[in-house]
């Protein structure tokens, strides 16, 4: 008997980094960090899909966060990626059908195993069971999810109810429906019945199954992807989606556009552990307690506190007397709220768009395919930040209109161009880059390079920048 083809991982990474503010922000969302283990929640979802049997990852994102995605998968031994970039989101159908059309140009049988990147998963072995049989049921022709044994009436999560066994199909059983999210009677009704299960998001089916039932189903979809996967172009490491074509897409999710209409929906059933990582409340319930009940991470003391979780990513944070709290520090934000109200944090981070405050979207260090800059101190016309750039690594040939910089080189050696000049500046050394002049920053050495940047000037925004050349193909 011949082996079946590798499993291709599909990891869907989107998301716009409200549900775990401050820490997730829009710039650098939930699953770029690591809140469950040593790596990043995007790293472990690919590290269930490594080795004998699986195919290198398709990576669906952000075009904004191209640059993480590929570095993050690169520290994972990743280096074969196919990294597409979505030009607007559009839910999870265009997403999952557009990596379909791809892996379908060379072998429409392939076996997608669609997963999403912010998800927690304790029993890998379970897992790869259940995916097994999962990929059989799809061979076959049927459009798979994955229904997990329900631990409590849960109302965050969407249910499926469990029919017959499939026959011949090693224990995925029919769908009888799918439910929405319920309140807390129907819920709790939903979980005593013993046949519904928790929808969590996961699918496995062939590229031809899907392309086919997406057509049969939600064919104004088909369309549009078709035409942004026809009119891509390949940029770096990156798949840019034609963007006008992508946009004509109806936003649609994979279970409304396919899942919940397909005659050919299955489920296996998972007892894996598995955990919607939706709140701050779902990381107090997956974390390592003390006695007390509480998680604690960082620099944090805990005086008579039961059942909290706090974590300090900058100064000592210490709690006293409260019990059922969360509080999380960083270092330009604080938020602190009773576990109950975990899903209200995304009126915190609407008040904050609607006020333009940019701790809503972005944390004070922003990272940059180059390296990663940080404010330090910022006031009336000017401005004090600390750059870091990757060895090998070079900013994009510019000038600005309304400031003009300092730089002084702290750690390393700069090879910076100021107009014609080319100059070498080492440790302790400064350079004056006037208002106007074209500039480029570059690391030619191999340690970091780290410098103290002074802007001056009438207006110090990040958009006063004007791109001449860029390496990454920013415009």
Known sequence: MSTPAPIVPVILSGGSGTRLWPVSRESFPKQFWPLISDQSMIQDTAARALG???AAPVVVCNQEHRFLVAEQMRALG???????LEPVGRNSAPAI????????ETDPDAVLWMMAADHAIADLPALHRALAVAAAAARAGRVVTFGMKPTSPETGYGYIEAGALLEGQGGARAVTRFVEK????????LVATGTHLWNSGMFVFTARTLIDEMAAHSPAVVGPVKAAVRGRKTDLDFIRLDAEAFAASPSISLDYAVAEKTAQAAVVTADIGWTDVGSWGALWE???????GNVALGDVLL?????????????????VGLADAIVVVTEDAVLAMHRDRAQDVKKVVDRLKAAKRHEAVAHNRVYRPWGFYESLILAERFQVKRIV??????????????????????????????????????ENESIYLPLGCVHRLENPGRIPLTLIEVQSGAYLGEDDIVRIEDTYGRS
């Open 52 to 54: 004998e049997g699986f």
């Open 78 to 84: 990743i280096a074969a990626a196919r990294i597409v």
């Open 97 to 104: 059908l557009a990596a379909a059309l791809l892996v379908a």
């Open 182 to 189: 319920p309140d807390a009677a129907t819920a709790a009704a």
């Open 286 to 292: 997956l974390g390592a307690k003390d006695a007390g």
């Open 303 to 319: 005086e008579g506190a039961t059942d909290c979780y706090v974590r300090s990513d900058g100064i000592v944070t210490a709690v």
């Open 389 to 426: 750039v990757t060895p090998g690594q070079k900013l994009s040939l510019q000038k600005h209109f309304h400031r003009a910089e300092h730089w002084v080189v702290v750690n390393g050696s700069a090879l910076v161009t100021r107009d014609a000049e080319v100059l070498l500046v080492r």
